[in-house]
């Protein structure tokens, strides 16, 4: 595992039932979390249906964008479970019965005392030269292909997948990020915090509005990949809501006395 200035990756889940609301997504918060932990930088999240020529239309896109691309969902036994042939197609490879698969799946059944089907056979399908993503949730295995990890849409299967991924992956500089409470809504920050930006283009700030009660404020936060860059730009959003602080006192001295 290297460390790179910046690595970046993309999210493609795959499932008619996401976009439907059927199924609530609990796999783009949870890599998120953990690529961030890598240092690793998720750009991008697409979902689309279980539609051959969406997938691969979208994987093609971010595949050549990204470094990394992982998938959830899409590689069951079922009908609709068409991602292997959708990222087959993509590369232009056949999506074939992997031998090894084969037979983790068949001895996991036969333990099971279950009959290896014709759909569970399915769950070993997967483009030429694919290299396995270990399951040991459930046994069949997620793959890897080129730059891009396929891994199944059961959340449980899916973190157990991610796991066993990341040890493996180029990470780049960890970013940083310092949270700081300004008492002051969006209306009172929004120009001099612009500026702040501006004169330090090393970091991103966010503004995260909040309502408690009857007064707006806000969390802004300050990242970066450089501790000292971070700091500067803090100590400039410090020093502006003091100056806000001390022209508010001002127009409210001068109201009491009106």
């Not at 690595?7 to 918060?29: Q, Y």
């Amino acid at each position: 595992m290297s460390h790179d200035t910046v690595v970046t990756a993309a999210m493609l889940a795959i499932g008619d039932e996401l976009l439907s609301g059927r199924t609530k997504d609990r796999n783009i918060g949870h890599l998120a979390d953990l690529l961030t932990l890598s240092g690793i930088d998720l750009k991008e999240v697409r979902i689309v249906a279980d539609d051959e020529e969406a997938i691969v239309e979208a994987l093609n896109a971010l595949r050549a964008r990204y470094d990394y691309v992982f998938t959830s969902g899409g590689i069951g036994p079922t009908h609709d479970d068409i991602t292997a042939d959708a990222i087959a197609k993509a590369f232009g490879l056949p999506c074939e019965y992997d031998e090894a698969a084969m037979t983790l799946l068949a001895e996991m059944y036969r333990r099971r005392e279950m009959e290896f089907t014709e759909a569970r056979q399915r769950m070993a399908r997967m483009p030429r030269g694919a290299a396995h993503i270990a399951n040991p949730v459930s046994t069949a295995p997620g793959f890897i292909i080129g730059n891009v990890y396929v891994m199944a849409g059961v959340p449980q299967v899916f973190q157990a997948m991610v796991d066993n991924v990341l040890p493996t992956l180029r990470t780049g500089t960890p970013v940083l990020s310092l949270a700081i409470a300004c008492p002051y809504g969006e209306g009172d920050i929004g120009t001099p915090l612009a500026a702040i930006q501006k004169a330090h283009p090393d970091t991103s700030i966010g503004s995260y509005p909040r309502y408690i009660g009857q007064k707006f404020s806000t969390e802004i936060v300050v990242r970066g990949r450089a501790q000292a860059a971070i700091d500067a730009a803090g100590a400039e959003v410090h020093a502006m809501i003091d100056a806000i602080r001390r022209k508010k006192e001002v127009t409210e001295n001068h109201s009491a006395e009106a």
